[in-house]
């Protein structure tokens, strides 16, 4: 199973090593950039780490931490400069393009998905990004499961599995 949120917090402040490790990994020529994941910051913004509350209801479970944008770059880095993540660079018509381009990618995978990407606003939009997310996840947890996956590289270069 894959989750989209920080599985493991040890740190009280600052970045996690493995978060850092990530971060100066090229993954297809480009390196991501993530958010400083500590317990403080979760606690402050969410009032919970809800990664370890769903890891610990799944301990019978695989379950992998996921970054929906390291496998969008991993899969598909003919897109990545086509983000369908919401900012201000892009606009509503942008999103709804790239999301769809995102879709068809999944589907010549063989995937079966269909998300409706048409939607009047950016909050909407908010909902579609949040299912792409969680298509990316699903993806990912296919390809960990069935196929020697990017995401396994790393968490064997990370040396250590959620």
């Known amino acids: 199973m894959a ?11 600052g970045g996690r090593a493995c978060d850092s490790l990530l971060m100066k990994t090229s993954i ?10 500590s317990r403080t910051y979760m606690y402050r913004i969410f009032g ?5 509350k769903i890891r610990s209801d799944l301990i019978n ?12 770059l991993s899969l598909f880095p003919e897109l990545y400069k086509h983000r369908y993540k919401i ?11 790239n999301g769809q381009q995102l879709m068809d990618k999944i589907k010549k995978l063989g ?10 606003t950016k909050k909407a939009y908010k909902v579609i990004e949040d299912q792409l997310d969680a298509i990316m996840c699903a ?3 296919y390809y960990y499961h069935h196929i020697e996956p990017l995401t396994t590289k790393v968490i064997k270069f990370l040396g250590r599995k959620a």
């Open 111 to 120: 995937f079966q998905v269909d998300v409706d990407v048409n939607v009047k």
């Open 139 to 141: 993806v990912n947890s």
């Open 87 to 97: 900012s201000s660079r892009n606009s509503l018509e942008e999103l709804i393009k």
């Open 28 to 37: 297809n020529g480009r390196f991501l950039k993530l958010y400083a994941t």
């Open 3 to 13: 989750v989209d949120a920080p599985l493991v917090v040890e740190n009280q402040n």
């Open 61 to 72: 479970y695989e379950v992998i931490e996921t970054y929906p944008t390291g496998i969008y």
């Open 48 to 52: 919970d780490i809800r990664g370890e």
